[in-house]
């Protein structure tokens, strides 16, 4: 247990469906960021928090909605995704400056 | 961030000393060295950061020269449980709201 928790550990959805990857940090950070990570693929970031605030989107699709509702909880709204979706989608925080970054086990999503 | 560059592989066997070595040659002077490590399926895992010279944890140590210009992890007498990518990653960490991974090294430990 890093302090970085993410729900659900895997998830399979149709290409219709619509949900949520959550994410809870009880480590006082107040920067949290959503990663994905394809097969052989390196990490690449998604979105960037900080103090609930988005500052970062990495160009992102539409089909992809992160929400901040306070520095604890991170989620990620999916809907309409596609098979290329598919992937480890990880949560991290760190504090808002210092030293390195913690990061969640992930959520192994695939999209059929 | 400063580009690294990392061997993509390596393989070693049980009970040797690994060292993975990073090339960083745009390191700015206020930036830091830090690794990670990934074990498949989870996220990364600060494993060890330094400045300049040597640095040494309960884990690893991490050797940079001079110029700092590369830098050097040292995982000594490695175990089958060693066996992850290692991702080399050089910036300022007071002043970076991201961090870029690259492609990392996968080191493979076998018995």
């Known amino acids: 247990e890093t302090g970085v928790t993410q729900t659900p550990r895997h998830l399979v959805m149709g290409m219709t469906n619509k949900k949520s990857l959550k994410c809870e940090q009880h480590?006082?950070?107040?920067?949290m960021y959503w990663y994905k990570q394809s097969a052989k693929k390196p990490l690449e970031l998604m979105f960037v928090?900080?103090?609930?605030?988005?500052?970062e989107n990495n160009s992102v699709p539409s089909r992809f909605s992160p929400e901040c509702p306070n520095s604890s909880h991170l989620f990620l709204h999916l809907h309409t995704l596609q098979p290329e979706d598919s992937a480890l989608y990880l949560c991290?925080?760190?504090?808002?400056?210092?030293?390195?970054?913690?990061f969640g086990s992930g959520t192994r999503l695939t999209v059929v | 961030l400063a580009k690294t560059t990392q061997p993509i592989s390596m393989d070693s066997y049980e009970g040797q000393e690994v060292n993975i070595t990073c090339s960083h040659n745009?390191?700015?002077?206020?930036?830091?060295i830090t690794w990670y490590q990934q074990f498949p399926s989870q996220g990364p895992r600060f494993i060890i950061q330094?400045?300049?010279t040597k640095v040494t944890n309960e884990v690893a140590s991490l050797f940079i020269p001079a110029d700092r210009k590369s830098s050097t992890l040292s995982l000594p007498r490695v175990s089958l449980s060693d066996t992850a990518v290692y991702y080399c990653?050089?910036?300022?960490?007071?002043?970076?709201?991201?961090?870029?991974f690259g492609t990392g090294t996968r080191l493979q430990v076998f018995p």
């Open positions: 991290a925080s760190s504090p808002s400056q210092g030293i390195g970054y913690t």
């Open positions: 480590l006082g950070h107040n920067a």
């Open positions: 928090y900080s103090l609930e605030e988005r500052v």
């Open positions: 745009n390191i700015a002077t206020n930036d830091y």
């Open positions: 330094g400045y300049k």
């Open positions: 990653l050089v910036g300022d960490p007071y002043n970076t709201d991201k961090l870029i």
